[in-house]
């Protein structure tokens, strides 16, 4: 990076994830791209698990195990910094073992307190297999999401996809995340998105998100799209009464506090160029509102960022993809636009 | 004659928003007028100031009746007297406009059920002020419906370049949107995309139907539609013949059409595929109303309040409107 020194990065942890999935080699594949990263890369995973996925894929790479207190060495291509957690069973790419359920919980706690103690400015997470950690003897796992927000002992998270570029590729203002979407509903069957759509969450997550886009993003004063939850925002009355009843009223007793909210704009005209360039933010009712078009609309490469936290934490979009792990064909776009995320966030944080 | 230049019945929409200004660019475009015989219906005064507001100026014959239409060489006027200038103003919801845009479709309809014409194209109206204006309907779709009197299913198709889509329901809140997903309403969709795909000239149309819940229920945890309902229902759906195929995630569904593996698609509710066609290239969709017995065709967009009477309206959608119009009218006259 042109103009800053080495020290000046922010120290960013990835967690390698789910070891029989594709985070362990994403992590490698970053590796090779460190120096032009704008972060201080360290992994947090099993050194030997890494340098042995490495060395199948012929990837030339110096796994250097250090401490969390350490002193990291400049970022150099080939070089992995690596904080040690042991696998608790042998991992195979591709096939998974619930032994190791355990070992990515390790990785997780290990950087919530490295984040928590000022060891590191972000946390990135790999894809994890919620299937494993379950069957390994976790019933109660949902997920990385509420998982952070427990051990962190917050009452509400917002789940935000951010990508590296804007609608067909056109830079607006801040070049390093052109389009965030923040969804007010996430993992939820369609049937129960409208009965959880409460003034009292809505009012809640926009709190959540006006907060973090100021305090992580560096905006003043964030300009929020919410979009509406029936067809045509409800158009008037005739197509549900929500935009009515919920909506309007909590986005009107929010604005007199000076949150800048435009909406609810009818989700079919809300995601076009025109309204878009005008916004920092989108707030989606539901998952398939807001998330789609990020995957097929040309944005570029996105990435999952969680708000609400006491740390900064982005996470890649995808999963663990078992079918491509150990292959090296996978792609490692988006750990490296949520490193770069985690990046701007820990340095907007400061 | 008919056969080969199709008579297209052209409304102008809500005066108080683009739908006048859109005819008038349209005929301004030379082949347009070589491609059907065209019919503008609505009053003279809201023609003349959709050419005002377009910077344009057409001298076009008045006809008196529909069934003169066939027989013009040029693009001609049918007047109607449905509302006057002082009771309109730009970018307002009004009942009255809206009464006016129904008068002036049920003359067309009429028209069309009787021979006269062989499609309607028309422009953008405010489902609003059709409220106010005495529509009782849900939508314009299930107001032609009642209209023609048609009993068999019909579907409001969303077409994008060669992409159709077709949904299982429509303008209903969204709470309701999971319990209209069912087995008939899934194999109706389909059967009513496939046929129109034909009519269009696609010999072997494929269909992708989309999943109704997040990552399509992720195998039942996060709903159930997707095992109980959609799977099972596009399994009957080949069993009678139609290549459909899913369900699939509303977040790769689409991405998967754009890349041609899909002539249509089958979405669960209104916002699934509209936000998704929209984003694609909103200046260009258009609207079919599937499973009449005439062809109605309009733009995707609405009547853009914003810059109504500005002479800023882009005309392209109503341009694609119109020529799937004359498609479908074609086909519909050799039938």
């Known amino acids: 990076m042109p103009g800053q020194t080495t020290a000046s990065l922010p120290r960013v942890a990835i967690t390698t994830g789910e070891p029989a999935g594709i985070g362990p080699e994403l992590t490698l594949m970053l590796a090779m791209q460190a120096a032009t990263l704008p972060a201080q890369v360290v992994a947090i995973g099993d050194p030997d698990l890494l340098s042995s996925r490495a060395r199948s894929l012929a990837l030339d790479i110096d796994i250097v195990p250090c401490r969390p207190g350490d002193d990291l060495p400049a970022p ?23 032994a190791n359920g355990a070992y990515v919980l390790d990785t997780l706690d290990l950087a919530i307190a490295a984040c928590r103690h000022g060891q590191a400015s972000a946390m990135v ?19 990385h999401t509420e998982y952070l927000r427990d051990a962190c002992g917050v009452d509400e998270v917002v789940m935000m996809l951010a990508t590296d570029q804007a609608l ?32 009292e969450r809505l009012e809640r997550i926009l709190r959540v998100l006006d907060g973090d886009l100021k305090r992580h993003f560096g905006i003043v004063s964030p300009r ?15 197509l549900g009464r929500e935009e009515i009843e919920v909506i309007e009223p909590t986005l009107n007793r929010l604005r007199t506090e000076g949150l800048d909210l435009t909406g609810p704009l009818p989700a079919d005209t809300l995601f076009t160029p025109r309204h878009l360039a005008t916004a920092d933010a989108v707030l989606a009712m539901y998952h398939d509102q807001g998330l789609p078009v990020l995957k097929y609309a040309g944005f570029g490469r996105g990435a999952n960022i969680t708000l609400g936290l006491p740390l900064v934490r982005t996470s890649v979009d995808h999963g663990t993809a078992l079918d491509l792990a150990g292959k090296g064909t996978a792609d490692p776009g988006s750990l490296r636009v949520a490193v770069s995320l985690a990046a701007d966030m820990a340095r907007h944080g400061q | 004659m008919s056969q080969a230049q199709p008579c297209i019945a052209l409304t ?3 005066p108080a928003g683009i739908g006048p200004e859109l005819v008038a660019k349209l005929l301004e475009q030379r082949d347009v007028v070589g491609k059907a015989n065209i019919v503008v219906v609505g009053d003279r ?23 003169e239409a066939r027989d013009q060489t040029g693009p001609v006027l049918l007047p109607t007297s449905t509302i006057k200038p002082e009771d309109v103003e730009y970018a307002r919801i009004n009942g009255l406009c809206g009464t006016s845009v129904l008068e002036v479709l049920k003359l067309c309809m009429d028209g069309a059920s009787a021979g006269q014409v062989d499609a309607i194209c028309f422009a953008p109206l405010n489902k609003l002020s059709m409220k106010q204006g005495g529509l009782k309907h849900e939508d314009e779709l299930h107001f032609f419906v009642d209209h023609l009197k048609v009993e068999t299913p019909v579907c409001e198709f969303n077409t994008l370049g060669n992409l159709w889509t077709s949904r299982i329901s429509s303008h209903i809140p969204l709470a309701e949107a999971a319990s209209h997903v069912t087995s008939e309403r899934i194999l109706s969709a389909t059967q009513l995309i496939h046929d129109a795909l034909i009519a269009a000239g696609i010999e072997q149309p494929r269909i992708g139907v989309a999943a109704l819940n997040p990552h399509a229920g992720e195998g039942g945890t996060c709903g159930r539609e997707e095992i109980d309902i959609i799977a099972p229902a596009i399994d009957a759906c080949r069993d009678a013949g139609y290549a459909a195929q899913g369900p699939f ?3 790769t569904i689409f991405r998967r059409a754009r890349d041609g593996e899909f002539d249509g698609v089958v979405t669960m509710y209104h916002d699934q595929g509209q936000i998704a066609l929209k984003l694609m290239g909103f200046e260009r969709g258009v609207t079919v109303q599937g499973g009449l017995p005439i062809p109605i065709t309009t733009p995707a967009h609405g ?4 810059i109504a009477g500005k002479g800023r309206a882009n005309v392209e959608a109503m341009r694609h409107a119109f020529d799937i119009a004359c498609r479908m009218g074609r086909h519909h006259a050799s039938r």
């Open chain 1, 125 to 143: 997470t790999a894809p994890l297999h919620k299937g494993a950690i379950i069957d390994g003897g976790h019933p109660g796992f949902t997920g």
């Open chain 2, 45 to 67: 005064w809201v023609w003349e100031e959709g050419q005002r507001v377009a910077g344009i100026h057409h001298e076009i014959p008045e006809i008196s009746s529909l069934a």
């Open chain 2, 12 to 14: 102008l929409g809500d």
């Open chain 2, 249 to 251: 995630p509303a977040d």
């Open chain 1, 76 to 98: 150099q291509a080939g070089r992995l910094s690596v904080w040690p957690v042991s696998l608790r069973a042998p991992s195979l790419a591709g096939t998974l073992d619930p």
């Open chain 1, 168 to 199: 067909h590729g056109v830079a607006h203002g801040d070049t390093s995340c052109p389009l965030r979407v923040a969804l007010a509903t996430t993992h939820l069957p369609l049937r129960d998105v409208a009965d959880a759509l409460t003034a």
């Open chain 2, 303 to 306: 009547t853009a309040f914003d």
């Open chain 1, 224 to 238: 929020i799209l919410v979009c509406g939850l029936n067809p045509h925002a409800g158009e008037g009355g005739h």
